[in-house]
């Protein structure tokens, strides 16, 4: 039986230069066209993965909370400022053909995704771009 391309799953280890690189690319996209939308990213690696987390702003209502809540307005602030926001997750499949996972918060999980073109592969900015609807 012939191979056939299972985008979820496998994947090459992402080695360091290339780790290096497209954490570069992926800032500087955001930077370009998500400034103002995000306090800061969060891009680690993890063998064949590459997990990308914002962090937020958070809006919080001026009366918030109540009398009775257990932490002051301030303190909540803090600890959401504190509280990523996962956005994706892609997969390594050599050169710059990447898979694309969305964080479902349904699920608490990483499920499989096409890209916007309907591949299954593309590039780190391609899988942010389709990801930053969580930053709106």
């Given at each position: 039986?012939?191979?056939?391309?299972?985008?979820?799953?496998?994947?090459?280890?992402i080695p360091a230069a290339k780790q290096q690189e497209v954490r570069q690319r992926i800032e500087k996209f955001a930077a370009e066209h998500y400034a103002g939308k995000y306090i800061r990213l969060e891009i680690r690696f993890r063998a064949q993965f590459c997990y990308?987390?914002?962090?937020?702003?958070?809006?919080?209502?001026?009366?918030?909370?109540?009398a009775d809540w257990p932490q002051t307005r301030d303190q909540l602030i803090e600890q959401l400022r504190h509280t990523p926001t996962h956005l994706c997750r892609l997969r390594y499949f050599g050169d710059d053909d990447w898979g694309f996972a969305f964080y479902t918060y349904s699920?608490?999980?990483?499920?499989?995704?096409?890209?916007?073109?309907?591949s299954f592969t593309g590039t780190p900015e391609a899988a942010f771009a389709a990801a930053a609807m969580y930053l709106v």
């Open positions: 039986m012939p191979w056939v391309f299972d985008p979820n799953s496998g994947g090459t280890k990308i987390d914002a962090y937020v702003e958070p809006d919080v209502p001026a009366n918030w909370p109540p699920n608490e999980k990483y499920e499989l995704s096409v890209f916007p073109n309907g």
